[in-house]
Nanobody
Framework: QVPLVESGGGLVQAGGSLRLSCAASRRTFSTYAMGWFRQAPGKERELVAAITRTGTSTYYADSVKGRFTIARDNAKNTVFLQMNSLKPEDTAVYYC????????????????WGQGTQVTVSS
């Protein structure tokens, strides 16, 4: 198990910024690829951004490219999601996830999940 705890969600006006953090209480954190997913009411869970174990490679959904940035600090067992220029359509529960195997970028490819943090963007 890899306990993951998200923080940093909240209510923000459109155009504003939030920074999500995900702390892993595991010294093997650097062996996991990490991802941020989100799920809005009535919609499927979707990948927002992902980062490799070393942080040298990242992936972004088209809807957030140029606005969101994923980063990790392996010394602190933490992954971040900086969200700028937020839009009402970014409103969702955001989940941190970890993957310890080679695979795709769908929810089923990630083994471990945090409890989620609510992000609400008002217009």
């Amino acid at each position: 198990q890899v306990p993951l705890v998200e923080s940093g969600g909240g209510l923000v006006q459109a155009g504003g910024s939030l920074r999500l953090s995900c702390a892993a209480s595991r010294r093997t954190f650097s062996t996991y690829a990490m991802g941020w997913f989100r799920q809005a009411p009535g919609k499927e869970r979707e990948l927002v951004a992902a980062i490799t174990r070393t942080g040298t490679s990242t992936y972004y959904a088209d809807s957030v490219k140029g606005r969101f940035t994923i980063a990790r600090d392996n010394a602190k067992n933490t992954v971040f999601l900086q969200m700028n220029s937020l839009k009402p359509e970014d409103t969702a529960v955001y989940y941190c996830a970890a993957r310890d195997k080679i695979g795709g970028l769908g929810p089923a490819d990630f083994n471990y999940w945090g409890q989620g943090t609510q992000v609400t963007v008002s217009s």
